[in-house]
């Protein structure tokens, strides 16, 4: 499905259906696509005035306290568009509201959300870890977005040492899958999957049928990553 309508006006209160809730340093990425006459418009990433631009507990919980998840459709106040170089969804949230929750999705109605298969963005550069998991900032710059909703019928969690070589004894978690004929291994940052597959042994896990919310994230070292923000498994 291609995007459809403009993005808001500054000021405004819009709609979206929240499809991440991802880890980003101290707080939180959310990124969700608007809705507009109960039809899937463009992506909105609401961001903080931070450096990093990450959302604080304060800043994006709702009134009762409870914390956004996915399929939660929200009502957030807006201050002004902020695009910033391939991140060109985001915009500036208003600390003084709540967000307010006001319906829920289901797996069913999830599926209009999708976007059509074609390559994430640009392929070929690889970390030592990853495949297809990375593009060059000098070549990210000129792309228009940063977030995907992709359909995928397998995936597999490996949960492992990356830098174990190096004398880095910490554990991360990577989603590994083909999509539109080529193969990614992307870390996660979805809190909820990286918390439960961090609890399994290391080693190979296997999902079935599943949605995918993919992001770039902040340039690091040269490159901009592709992240798994959000696993959401068939109900």
């Known amino acids: 499905m291609s995007d459809a309508g403009d993005y808001p006006k500054p000021n405004e209160v819009r709609t979206i259906l929240c499809l991440a809730n991802s880890r980003k340093l101290s707080g939180r990425c959310i990124a969700g696509r608007e809705i507009l006459n109960g039809r899937p418009g463009l992506w909105i990433r609401p961001v903080s005035n931070r450096e990093h631009q990450e959302v604080s507990l304060e800043e994006r919980r709702y009134e009762d306290g409870r914390d956004p998840k996915v399929f939660d459709v929200i009502r957030i106040p807006l201050i002004e568009p902020c695009p910033h170089e391939y991140q060109q969804e985001n915009w500036l949230l208003d600390p003084g509201f709540y967000w ?77 899958f083909h999509y539109a004929g080529d193969t990614y291994h992307l870390w996660i940052t979805d809190p909820v999957y990286e918390t439960q597959y961090l609890g399994k042994p290391d080693g190979t896990h296997e999902i079935g049928e599943c949605c995918l919310t993919i992001s770039l994230g902040e340039p690091y070292d040269g490159f901009v990553y592709k992240l798994i923000a959000t696993v959401i498994k068939r109900m």
């Not at 392929?123 to 990210?140: F, K, M, T």
């Open 100 to 176: 307010r929750k006001t319906d829920k999705l289901d797996w069913t109605e999830l599926q209009d959300f999708v976007e059509p298969n074609s390559p994430l963005w640009l392929n070929h550069h690889s970390s030592y870890n990853g495949c297809n998991d990375r593009i060059p900032l000098e070549q990210a710059t000129g792309l228009r977005s940063s977030l995907r909703l992709i359909h995928l019928e397998r995936l597999t969690i490996q949960v492992f040492c990356p830098g174990a070589a190096f004398g880095n004894p910490k554990r991360r978690v990577q989603g590994r």
